[in-house]
Nanobody
């Protein structure tokens, strides 16, 4: 069973930064692509960023502000979020898939989610 454990959420003022982490097993880390998604109040879950072996992909709304990366020593996927805005407030989820995509339906394994709240 694939396990994805997220951490790093919290409360931050607009313009601030947070780094989310998603830790998994070595087998999963080395065999899957990963995505970060978010779900705000009353909204559908939406793609934020994804990473394959070497390729990354971002939603237009976060391009230039968020960076996704892999740490091979820690089997962890990070999402560095800078210049946060109130509209970034959501529960953020890490997910695993076989090949990098922004299609939420292609992700079969999910973490528990971590809350990010940005105050104005």
């Amino acid at each position: 069973q694939v396990q994805l454990v997220e951490s790093g959420g919290g409360l931050v003022q607009a313009g601030g930064s947070l780094r989310l982490a998603c830790e998994t097993s070595p087998v999963t880390f080395n065999s899957r692509a990963f995505g970060w998604f978010r779900q705000g109040p009353g909204k559908e879950r939406a793609f934020v960023a994804g990473i394959g072996k070497t390729v990354t992909r971002y939603a237009d709304s976060v391009l230039g502000r968020f960076t996704i990366s892999r740490d091979y020593a820690k089997n962890t996927i990070y999402l560095q979020m800078n210049k946060l805005q109130p509209e970034d407030t959501a529960v953020y989820y890490c997910a695993a898939t076989l090949a990098l995509t922004d299609d939420v339906r292609m992700y079969g394994d999910w973490g528990q989610g971590t809350q990010v709240t940005v105050s104005s």
